[in-house]
């Protein structure tokens, strides 16, 4: 079974600190790609970052950057100089190549104090 | 309008009304979905539409019926609903289906009473 494991429930760190936020899944697929959304308050589901597994390079997005280790299937998401507006649940998802359906975790809580 | 929309944003409907969600994407995508996300569970996929032609419905009750009239335009049309459907419904849009990035509207809030 293809899963994804968020480990954090919740975190909460004081703004414009450095935070981590772990993802680990298991697919037996070679090919796939890779998710971070965030949804916040307001409830749209926006899309924070994307890797493609078959990339080495580590996908970043300026505040936001991945530390993805294909062979111990985690892709790690960290917010760097994290701002108020970094509040949300955040969803890691894959989705393989041959496939079109996202697999979700369940999601980490996020919450920055001022 | 830009990226994908969906009305209304909140609904409260009785088990015995009809009512209907739309969503529209303006991104020239071919794939469209709906998805239910429900307090404390995973997203959960329910009807996938690539070229206005359904490839997927994930075991949902007959009770929610999609229609694509066209690939801008999808719409989930609700009759004799239970409580146990309230959740937030999301819409998403993606240019093919295969490994492709999802882009979501901003979702319908629904209460079923």
């Known amino acids: 079974a293809q899963t994804v494991t968020q480990s954090q429930p919740e975190m909460s760190v004081q703004e414009a600190e450095t935070v981590t936020l772990s993802c680990t899944y298991d697919t037996s697929e070679n090919n796939y790609y890779l998710f971070w959304y965030k949804q916040p308050p307001s409830r749209q589901m926006i899309l924070v970052i994307r890797q493609e597994a078959y990339k080495q390079q580590n996908a970043t997005e300026n505040r936001f950057s991945v530390n993805f280790q294909k062979a111990a299937k985690s892709f790690s998401l960290k917010i760097s100089d994290s701002q108020l507006g970094d509040t949300a649940m955040y969803f890691c998802a894959f989705i393989p190549d041959s496939n079109y359906q996202l697999i979700w975790g369940a999601g980490t809580k996020l919450i920055i104090k001022p | ?113």
């Open chain 2, 1 to 113: 309008e830009t990226g994908v929309t969906q009305t209304p944003r909140h609904l409260v409907m009785g088990m015995t009304n009809k009512k209907s969600l739309k969503c529209e994407q303006h991104l020239g995508h071919n794939a469209m979905y709906w998805y239910k996300q429900s307090a404390k569970k995973p997203l959960e996929l329910m009807f996938v539409y690539n070229f206005k032609e359904q490839t997927e419905n994930n075991s949902v009750p007959s009770r929610f019926s999609p229609e694509c009239p066209n690939s801008s335009h999808l719409f989930l049309h609700l009759h004799t609903l239970q409580p146990e459907d309230s959740a937030l419904y999301l819409c998403a849009s993606s240019q093919g289906t295969r490994g492709e990035t999802q882009y979501f509207g901003p979702g319908t809030r629904l209460l079923v009473l």
